[in-house]
């Protein structure tokens, strides 16, 4: 047994050494070292100072639990939990590396442990049976910072206090930039939304309803580990299958995904997401062969509901989808009735499959060039199987992605190109409910068509109502229609659907600033900076909804984290001139108006309406007029919008700014 420090530390009574090595023999199969005594001979000043080194640095102790245990008042097992406790006071309480083990039928409520590992979440594996649950757990816990030898194992990394804040900081400037905003959020509806990493943990919310999932990520343990998006598209899908059965409330991708790099029991989990049950998983991918293992478990007592293992041949994966999802529904419902999730594959053909899955992979990614990437996967996927109807979907929605960007009106021949694919989706198949989702998207943002895209959207909601970029999409709708009102249950439906997506919570925002409630969409947009402080816009949008309630001082705190130029400058000016420093904020228009006014008219407009200066808005507004269609609503007015576009009011006496107003009624 090597002296470095392993990742996983397992603590046992002699009586269990047989399953002992058993779970480690399964964890090593999986890559993680283990360190586990096989010599029989403990005690003694060499081996203390070995076992308090492995316990101080490893990254995970797992105490496996039995009557053994129980029955034991003494054994060297009880020093290493009593040094594995002593570890825990001094971690942070988001920090947990603890991780019980029950092997037998011991109640864990009754058995003798120190008080720090009843704070985590326990488990059970009966006599080593099920060793794949623990590994996947393991390897779940490891993946928060792991690090990995050239043999291409994991390997651990201390994780003192010190250690740990390091590890936060790197997480931080390692964060990804994820969606799009427009000036009043409605531009969420053109991107599913991307998954980003936050460090912040999330606030648990009461009022889980029964029966309800979240499907966390699946664990991709392919020999390579480049099988990552394909295990995140069978989460994915089987999300999009549990959602479709009546009566079961099922977490979106977002929300569910949001735990991937953080270290967090099943129960943290679960109150967060609200729900009573998760299911977990792992994906190995050799060739032409799957293994998926998965696993219900009951969040509030940590007991295994269901688990089985699937190894099959590649073509069959939409087959299990199926049994996975119906064996999911009947552990949750007891029935199948009426809560069936089969349903016909979305391609015969494995290879363009799989291209669909790195496609929608890429166009979440939010790097430079992935939406061209993505399309150019999706078009290879499609040539392989052109009656591929949610590929066509998928293509469609890529095109569509960057309309509404920073509010350009370049975005014609996105609108062009969409068109086609979209159209082919729904004519190869009109029970698909992103089908209909991507046409309401053209009809509101580029036919301009309101009655329509309320059909399409009335449509998706019924093949698919678990969608929670569907019920965005029909609050943003509800705005452009001036039915300001119906945009608020919508947006709090979006929220119920996807709590822990950022972008749920400025959906809210807007509906809410729309019907009045200044300081609860203030309060919306704080909760989803909490989330995820780095898409761009989000500190712009707060900023603007803080100007709104009174606040310009913490308004330009806000507006100065803002890492997206054009967000930072369009909002700045505002900010400024709220605090009366109105030389800088005319120097600051002038520097947007030199490099954005070319794609953004309208918030020069709005900043000299800001103003009362109804000769200079009124020039930029009949540009913005200009290169909008005729039939698109250039701005929203209502008597209680705060800020920007509300400042429109300054000027709504001037008759030109009458006679453009109504050019521009929503249908």
Known sequence: MSDRPCAVFVSYASQDRLVAERLAEAMRGAGVEVWLDQTGLRGGEDWDKKIRRQIRECALFIALVSRNTDARAEGYFRLEWRLAAERCQLMADDEPFVLPVVIDGSAPASTRVPDQFRKVQWMRVPDGSASHVLVERVVRLLQRDPGTDPAGGVHAVPVTRPAAARWRRRAILALVAAAIVAAVGSAFLMRLPRQTTTVRPAAAVPGTVEPSVAVLPFIDLSEK??????????????????????????????????????????????????????????????????????????????????????????????????????????????????????????????????????????????????????????????????????????????????????????????????????????????????????????????????????????????????RAETWAAYATLREFQGRFAEALPMARETVSRDPLNSWSYVVLADAQGINGDLKGAEASYRRAIEIDPMPAGLHALHANSLLSIGAPADALVEVEKEGDDQFRRMTLPLVLDALGRHDEATAEMRVFEQRYAERDALTLAEFYACRHDAVHSLAWLEIHAGRTDAKRPMFIVHEDLPNRSGCFRNIEGDRRFQALLASRAPQ
């Open 225 to 466: 580990r480049d099988q990552g998006y394909f295990a995140d598209g069978l989460s994915e899908e089987l999300i999009e299958l549990l959602a479709q059965v009546p009566g079961l409330h099922v977490r979106a991708r977002t929300s569910s995904f949001y735990f991937r790099n953080r270290q967090s029991s099943l129960a943290d989990m679960a109150r967060a997401l609200v729900v009573t049950h998760v299911l977990e998983g792992s994906v190995r991918k050799s060739g032409n062969m799957l293994r998926i293992t998965t696993q219900l478990v009951r969040a509030d007592s940590g007991d295994h509901v269901w688990s089985n293992t699937f190894e099959r041949p590649l073509g069959d994966v939409f087959k299990i989808q199926d049994e996975i999802s119906n064996r999911v529904v009947l552990a949750l419902t007891g029935s199948l009735v009426g809560g069936t999730t089969n349903r016909a594959p979305r391609t015969k053909n494995v290879e363009a499959y799989s291209l669909f899955l790195q496609a929608r992979a890429l166009a979440r990614s939010a790097g430079q060039g992935d939406d061209v990437a993505a399309q150019q996967t999706l078009r290879r996927a499609l040539a392989l199987d052109p009656e591929f109807a949610a590929g066509w979907a998928a293509l469609a929605h890529a095109i569509m992605s960057d309309v509404g960007w920073h509010d350009t009106p370049t975005s014609v021949k996105p609108c062009e190109a969409a068109q086609a694919p979209a159209a082919r989706a729904l004519e190869l198949d009109p029970t698909l409910g992103d089908s209909h989702r991507v046409n309401a998207e053209l009809l509101i943002h580029c036919a301009h068509d309101l009655p329509a895209a309320e059909t399409a959207l009335r449509r998706a909601l019924a093949l698919d109502p678990g």
